[in-house]
């Protein structure tokens, strides 16, 4: 079983960096597929960025010039760096993977970490 923990998130002044961690423990081979994505109360859950293992990076032209979504297959690590913060990135965030193990293929999400900016 795989789990996700998302930890970095915090209150911040607009103008301010955050960088986010999503820590992936079990016996995992790879991720195929690593994404970050937030919710703000009341609003549907959207997709922030995604990166294909060997293929394409996506963001939300929201976050665009501004976050960077990366990953270390060896420490099982995902990361969200967030720089420039705006008071509408406030949301709870979330990672979201497609891992590769010994027992197959696994996706699923972490319980998220909370960004609130305020001016």
């Known amino acids: 079983q795989v789990q996700l923990v998302e930890s970095g998130g915090g209150l911040v002044q607009a103008g301010e960096s955050l960088r986010l961690t999503c820590a992936a423990s079990?016996?995992?081979?790879?991720?195929?597929?690593m994404a970050w994505y937030r919710q703000a109360p009341g609003s549907e859950r959207e997709l922030v960025a995604e990166k294909i293992s060997g293929g394409s990076t996506t963001y939300a032209d929201s976050v665009k010039g501004r976050f960077t979504i990366s990953g270390d297959n060896a420490k099982n690590m995902v990361y969200l760096q967030m720089n420039s913060l705006k008071p509408e990135d406030t949301a709870m965030y979330y990672c979201?993977?497609?891992?590769?193990?010994?027992?197959?293929?696994?996706?699923?999400w972490g319980q998220g970490t909370q960004v609130t900016v305020y001016s």
């Open positions: 079990g016996n995992i081979f790879r991720f195929d597929e």
């Open positions: 979201n993977v497609v891992a590769a193990g010994d027992w197959g293929t696994w996706h699923g």
